[in-house]
C-alpha cells in the first residue's frame, strides 16, 4: 500500500496536482498551472471612464479581453523563495475565478502590495478584493469586469470594507449612514440592509484598521455559513454579514453559493497560502456574532 500511496504522489506531483490534496481539511486552491480556476479579463479603463462601454477613435464599441485569454499575464503564478504565489499585475480589470462553486466554507489567504499600479488608479490607493457567492457571466458590475456577487474589500487603509457587486445585497451589523457619512462596522450594533433593494448604497466600511505594514503579508479570512459570513483580518472579526441576497425584478433571491473571484483592479498584488475548507457547521467563536 505504501508503495501504491507513493506512486500515486509521484503521478499527481508530474501532473502539477499534488497540492490539491487536502491537509487538516484545507484545501490548496494554488498550484502552477492555476489548474482550478478560470479568467477573465475586461478593459484596460482610463481616467474620465464612466460605466459606459470604451469606444475607439471611430465612436466603434470595444470588444472586452474576454475569458480564459491565451498568453495573458494579468494573473500568473510564480514562486518566491521557492514559495507559490499568484501574481495579479492589475493592468487590466477582471478576475481569476473558481471553477468549483463553494456554499458552506472558511476561506483564508495571504496578500502583499507590489510596486505597480495603473490608469484609473495611478493616484489612488491600492486595490484589489475577494469577491464571494459569485454567479452568472462576468463583466455585469460598473467596470464590466465581475460576476454578481458580494466583496470582501481587500484596499490600503480598507481591507475588510464591503461592497455590493452588481445587483446584491446583505446585512451588516452597523452604524446607520448619515449624510455624507458611509456606514460603519460594528458587531455590537443591530443588522441593517445594504445594497439593492435596502434603500441604501452597496457600501460599509470596515469596523477598524488591522492591516499589516505595507511590506509585510496580511492575512485575510472569509467564513461563510447558510447565508451569514464573517470578513476577518489578521485574526480580527472586522464585519458581520448575513441573508445574503440579490435582487432581481423586485424579488429578493437569496444569494448563498458561487464562484470565488479575486480582482485585478489597476493595482500589482500577490497572493499565497490560498486555502478552503468546508464547513458543516459555524464554529463556535464566531456563532456568537450572529
Known amino acids: 500500500m505504501k508503495t ?6 509521484c503521478l499527481l506531483a508530474c501532473l502539477g496536482l499534488f497540492s ?24 484596460r479603463h482610463k481616467l474620465g471612464y464612466n460605466g459606459k462601454l470604451p469606444v475607439d477613435a471611430q465612436g466603434k464599441e470595444i470588444a472586452p479581453v474576454g475569458y480564459n485569454q491565451k498568453g495573458q499575464t494579468v ?18 480589470y477582471g478576475c481569476v475565478y473558481t471553477k468549483q462553486e463553494y456554499e458552506n466554507y472558511h476561506l483564508k489567504l495571504k496578500y502583499k502590495w507590489g510596486q505597480n499600479k495603473f490608469e484609473p488608479r495611478k493616484d489612488l490607493l491600492k486595490d484589489s478584493g475577494v469577491l464571494y457567492h459569485s454567479i452568472g457571466k462576468s463583466g455585469v458590475d460598473y467596470w464590466r469586469a465581475w460576476m454578481l456577487s458580494q466583496e470582501f474589500q481587500i484596499m490600503e487603509g480598507h481591507t475588510g470594507d464591503y461592497w455590493s457587486i452588481a445587483n446584491s445585497a446583505i446585512d451588516i451589523r452597523a452604524f446607520i449612514p448619515e449624510g455624507m457619512m458611509n456606514a460603519v462596522a460594528d458587531a455590537k450594533q443591530p443588522f441593517i440592509g445594504m445594497g439593492t433593494g435596502s434603500g441604501r448604497d452597496g457600501f460599509c466600511l470596515r469596523s477598524e484598521n488591522h492591516e499589516s505594514k505595507t511590506e509585510d503579508w496580511t492575512e485575510i479570512e472569509l467564513i461563510c455559513f447558510q447565508g451569514k459570513s464573517l470578513h476577518i483580518v489578521n485574526g480580527h472579526v472586522v464585519m458581520v454579514l448575513h441573508n445574503s441576497r440579490y435582487v432581481e425584478n423586485g424579488k429578493a433571491v437569496p444569494l448563498t453559493k458561487g464562484k470565488i473571484q479575486i480582482q485585478s483592479e489597476a493595482a500589482e498584488v500577490y497572493y499565497k497560502d490560498i486555502l478552503i475548507k468546508e464547513l458543516d457547521e459555524l464554529p463556535k467563536q464566531y456563532a456568537a456574532y450572529f
Open 4 to 9: 501504491e500511496l507513493r506512486l500515486i504522489a
Open 20 to 43: 490539491f490534496l487536502p491537509k487538516n481539511g484545507w484545501t490548496p486552491l494554488l498550484d502552477k498551472n492555476l489548474a482550478q480556476w478560470e479568467t477573465y479579463l475586461s478593459y
Open 75 to 92: 494573473f500568473t503564478y510564480i514562486e518566491e523563495k521557492g514559495e507559490p504565489m499568484l501574481k495579479v499585475s492589475g493592468e487590466i
